[in-house]
């Protein structure tokens, strides 16, 4: 009754003889409604591989910059060893040792993500896989006796970095932590 009422017809009702869309055969609408679904199904496939074409360039595009910046620094850190004379590494670990041994909390917070600066630029120098501290520390040999404190040190690292604000570093976890780096490094004779 419904349909009638709107695409009109009907042989036994003389009351509806033409319906809103009266001009329409139920066929001709279904087909448009099929041909609109159609163009529709076709969009979304293109919209969907250009979004996934995106994803995969941005991804691209970030593991290239991520090369680049690691080049400029290693430049940089190369003009200022010629620059200053001695060791880049030992000044730096002078500056983790310096901010542990403060009163304030993001003082010990920057001496451990210095530590983990350190850290990552032992492993890349004993050429270990991976852009991430805990991808190169995935890819480390069993012949490393110090990974478990170099985990240990870095997972303190990542709460201090996925937290912010809210993780409360203690001082005993601080000099913990920074005993962990140390270990790490005196292994390799780094600082």
Do not use: C
């Not at 003009?79 to 000044?91: E, L, M, T």
């Not at 890819?139 to 990542?158: E, G, K, L």
């Amino acid at each position: 009754m419904l349909f009638r009422a709107v695409f009109g017809g009907g042989s036994g009702n003389s009351n509806v003889q033409s319906g809103l869309v009266s001009g329409f055969e139920p066929s001709t609408v279904i087909a448009w409604v099929s041909n609109l679904w159609s163009v529709m199904v076709a969009f979304s496939w293109a919209a969907s591989a250009l979004l996934v074409f995106g994803i995969i360039y941005a991804y691209i595009r970030h593991e290239q910059l991520g090369e680049v910046i690691g080049e400029i620094l290693k430049r940089q850190e190369d003009a200022f060893r010629k620059i200053h004379g001695g060791d880049v590494r030992n000044a730096r670990w002078q500056d983790v040792l310096t901010h542990s041994e403060s009163d304030q909390p993001n003082d010990w917070k920057l001496a451990i993500i210095e530590a983990d600066i350190i850290l990552e630029q032992l492993l890349s120098e004993l050429g270990y896989a991976g852009t991430s501290v805990g991808d190169k520390l995935k890819s480390a040999p069993s012949s490393f006796r110090t990974i478990d404190q170099a985990w240990r040190a870095h997972n303190v690292r990542n709460r201090i970095a996925h937290e912010g604000a809210s993780f409360e570093l203690s001082e005993v976890m601080m000099r913990e932590t920074i005993a962990q780096y140390k270990m790490v490094f005196d292994e390799f004779d780094f600082v």
